[in-house]
């Protein structure tokens, strides 16, 4: 099993900056890749941005050049680092893991970020 705790989000200006934290527990070391999703009101969930267990990263195209993911082993936390925030960037944010060994996906409660003037 695999905890994942969610941190970080908020209420922002267009043009700012917000960074997410996800803190994962338990059975860690199973963890083949982990992610970020984002669900806006009224829309279905999407792929933000993934980060694999050897380091490789992905990112959606709406976020490239503005979003970055990246990981702390020692803290068993990765870290969405959101710049130039947009409106359209307001969403509940989710971080997500996959065990590959059990074909299990792993979520978080998910954070609120809201981007508005």
């Known amino acids: 099993q695999v905890q994942l705790v969610e941190s970080g989000g908020g209420l922002v200006q267009p043009g700012g900056s917000l960074r997410l934290s996800c803190a994962a527990s338990?059975?860690?070391?199973?963890?083949?890749?982990m992610h970020w999703y984002r669900q806006a009101p009224g829309k279905q969930r999407e792929l933000v941005a993934g980060i694999t267990s050897g380091g490789r990263t992905n990112y959606a195209d709406s976020v490239k050049g503005r979003f970055t993911i990246s990981g702390d082993n020692a803290k068993n936390t990765i870290y969405l680092q959101m710049n130039s925030l947009k409106p359209e960037d307001t969403a509940v944010y989710y971080c997500?893991?996959?065990?590959?060994?059990?074909?299990?996906?792993?979520w978080g409660q998910g954070t609120q970020v809201t981007v508005s003037s």
């Open positions: 997500h893991a996959w065990v590959l060994a059990t074909r299990t996906d792993y």
């Open positions: 338990g059975s860690i070391f199973s963890i083949d890749a």
